[in-house]
């Protein structure tokens, strides 16, 4: 092919956040993951990625938060594009280019949304066709959420998070995200919860049968109750603040609120469209979170939205 139709190829493809409805974390495992039981759902908050082939590696970012995604071997989308290709042979390199609307270092898994995103559009632009349990596989050595951002829906997830079952659910639900400054790094959210649970017993973990109920019903109201996340206590011991956050989103009416899986953006549920608007204009004018967004879920997972194309 001449270099100048190479330049024109490209693939793009867009990934959902998430929200860990139920997260119950069990003892750490000598790998040092922890073995868990968590039930995902996609939102309707996207990052959209675009791989082109160029002459080296590549990844740049736009929107947003862009100044804070590294551009270095360490992302997590580049890194996804460099596995497949190692994996599947191709010798094919590739500029990433990520717009951003997930917030970062948030708790809604924008950097596996980017690597599951850029797994598939490689996967299109290369035409190597994987099979889609050939990718979750790919995907869950880039991240524990990787495997859930490709399949989106909602989902229960065991081991580290990265073994999908599927789960009765109906219902569209609304959501109203209160996204903090100043992330909270993952391993030490997880190493704060041990610390707090030190000497305890830690039981196996399962999804609690309210939360199961709560989504055979699609009732906002039982989902509400049902929501529940071990990391929570030790969000909250590492960044206090985030007691307010949730205070004010229940107190303004939310049928509940839940650290979004390590933090720090607490996510509230409510039951329409109009009563989330209202949480949302009410949570922006108590300032107590640096941004307030709104979305729905479930939706689906990663999705080619164009390409390869030679436009
Ligand atoms: O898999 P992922 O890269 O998202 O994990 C980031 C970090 O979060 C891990 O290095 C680990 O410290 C912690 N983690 C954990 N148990 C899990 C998932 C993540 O301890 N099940």
Known sequence: ???????????TVRAPAKVNLELKVGPRRPDGFHDLATVYMALGLHDEVTVIPADEWSVSVTGPYA??????????????????????????????????????????AGGSADAAAAL???????????SRDELLEIAAELGSDV?????????????????????????SYHWVLAVSDGGLSTPEVYAECDRLRSGQETPTPEPSPEMLAALRSGDADALGAALSNDLSDAALSLKPEL????????EFGAKGGIVSGSGPTVAFLTDSSEA???LCVSLTATGVAREVKRA????????????????
């Not at 804070?68 to 996804?80: F, G, I, K, M, Q």
Request: charged share 15%; proline share 6%.
């Open 296 to 311: 729905k879920g479930p939706v689906h997972g990663a999705q080619v939205v164009a390409g390869p194309s030679r436009t």
């Open 276 to 278: 989330a608007l209202d």
């Open 1 to 11: 092919m001449s270099s100048a139709a190479t330049a024109r190829r490209s693939a």
């Open 243 to 250: 007691g307010e956050v949730l205070a004010s989103g229940l």
């Open 67 to 108: 100044a804070r995604v590294p551009t270095d071997e360490s992302n997590l989308a580049l890194r996804a594009a460099r596995l497949l290709a190692t994996v599947t042979s191709v010798d094919e390199p590739v500029a990433v280019h990520i717009h951003k609307e997930i917030p970062v270092a948030g708790g809604m």
């Open 147 to 171: 495997p859930f951002l490709l399949a989106g829906g909602i989902a229960v997830g065991s081991g580290r998070g990265e073994k999908l079952a599927p789960v009765l659910a109906r219902g």
């Open 120 to 130: 598939l559009a490689c996967d299109h632009l290369w035409s190597v066709g994987m």
